[in-house]
């Protein structure tokens, strides 16, 4: 089955810009969770959606947010770009059930100058 | 927060076995333990997990310690391939989110 698409891939923005990411989920996924890579803070968790409903939300700030659709796609949207806000976006797909696994997609690489 | 605990980096040579510990001492009776890996320029990708029995995949095998506070990732015969950041992470019944901590930086010599 197709895995877990993230789009675009890579990304420059400039300071003060918003950015709209994109995540796939393998079909059949109705959870969809975002997460931050960055060199210094490691992977940190942004938010959680489950069937259209944000469930869980990391310690961002409002700048992040998300959505997800009726066919669990899901978007990520950052305003007021700022230079710290450069990293790598991933997203994860799954049941929801802790007995299963995740699957992450690539990530998008964002990089704001 | 994170609720692992991990050696911050390993090494090992190739085809030799490498045991990858993990401690977790404030488990919930639902948590599930997982482990994931993060090879470079790649997301993570998810190598085993267990709730109280040992469990043995074709990627590799899971000890889970009794107390289930700690547990151990065990790659029978290292590759180049295997080089990554190793997480262990607990899943909860509370959320489906990822809590992750630094991981364990395996290195693997030829």
């Known amino acids: 089955k197709a895995g877990v698409t993230q789009t675009p891939r890579y990304l420059i923005k400039t300071r003060g810009q918003q950015v709209t990411l994109s995540c796939s989920p393998i079909s059949g996924h109705r959870s969809v969770s975002w997460y931050q890579q960055t060199p210094g803070q490691g992977l940190q968790f942004l938010f959680e959606y489950f069937s259209e409903t944000q469930r869980n939300k990391g310690n961002f700030p409002g700048r992040f947010s998300g959505r997800q659709f009726s066919n669990s796609r899901s978007e990520m949207n950052v305003s007021t770009l700022e230079l710290g806000d450069s990293a790598l976006y991933l997203c994860?797909?799954?049941?929801?059930?802790?007995?299963?696994?995740?699957?992450f997609g690539q990530g998008t690489r964002l990089t704001v100058v | 927060d994170a609720k692992t605990t991990q050696p911050n980096s390993m090494e090992s040579n190739e085809e030799e076995p490498v045991h990858l510990p993990c401690n977790h001492s404030?488990?919930?009776?639902?948590?599930?333990i997982h482990w994931y890996r993060q090879l470079p320029s790649q997301g993570p990708e998810y190598v085993i997990h267990?709730?109280?029995s040992n469990v043995n995949n074709r990627m590799a095998s899971l000890a889970i310690a009794e107390d289930r506070k700690s547990s151990t990732l065990i790659l029978h015969r290292a590759t180049l391939r295997d080089a990554a950041v190793y997480y262990c992470i607990l899943r909860t019944q509370a959320g489906n989110m990822l809590t992750f901590g630094g991981g364990t930086r395996l290195m693997v010599k030829p």
């Open positions: 404030t488990i919930s009776g639902t948590d599930y």
């Open positions: 994860a797909s799954s049941t929801a059930r802790p007995d299963t696994e995740a699957f």
């Open positions: 267990g709730l109280t």
